[in-house]
């Protein structure tokens, strides 16, 4: 499996270097279809699920191990169960995310809910079924049963 999180650090930027709302929806379908498609769409579904990591930043430790990217999810999966982040629990996502400077990134996108990629879920929701999007419930309908 690889070390690092580049190439979909990548092609988030591609995403995000169009401002067309068909170029994306074009480039979302091309990711889908190569080889680390699952990997993308595992950052997606992270990136905008309802899990709360209950952090917005953790820093970037320089270290020799060579952690693999299960490992970065596996600690996501477990800030998600948690009631709160530590002070550990930041210094070993970090340590995690180090291998590079765009896997950092694309984590710390993650953590922070947003991939900034100018695509909102009802885009990924599209392409991405395992995506759940809530809808806003509105009360205007409750007004005329009065």
């Known amino acids: 499996m690889r070390q690092t999180l580049k190439p979909i650090f990548e092609k988030i930027e591609l995403l995000a270097s169009t401002t067309?709302?068909?170029?994306?929806?074009?480039?979302?379908?091309?990711?889908?279809?190569?080889?680390?498609?699952?990997?993308?769409?595992?950052?997606?579904?992270?990136?905008?699920?309802?899990?709360?990591?209950?952090?917005?930043?953790?820093?970037?430790?320089?270290t020799t191990l060579k952690p693999t990217i299960s490992d970065i999810f596996m600690k996501l999966d477990q800030l998600a169960n948690k009631k709160g982040a530590t002070d550990a629990d930041r210094h070993q996502l970090g340590t995690f995310t180090s291998v590079d400077r765009e896997t950092y990134e694309l984590v710390k996108r993650i953590v922070n809910k947003d991939l900034r990629c100018g695509i909102t879920t009802t885009i990924f929701k599209k392409y991405i079924t395992a995506l759940v999007q809530h809808k806003v419930m509105l009360c205007i309908s409750d007004f005329n049963k009065f």
């Not at 068909?22 to 279809?33: G, H, Q, S």
């Open 20 to 62: 067309k709302r068909k170029e994306k929806e074009a480039y979302i379908e091309k990711f889908l279809k190569e080889d680390d498609s699952e990997l993308f769409v595992k950052v997606a579904t992270y990136a905008y699920n309802d899990d709360q990591y209950h952090m917005t930043d953790f820093p970037y430790v320089e």
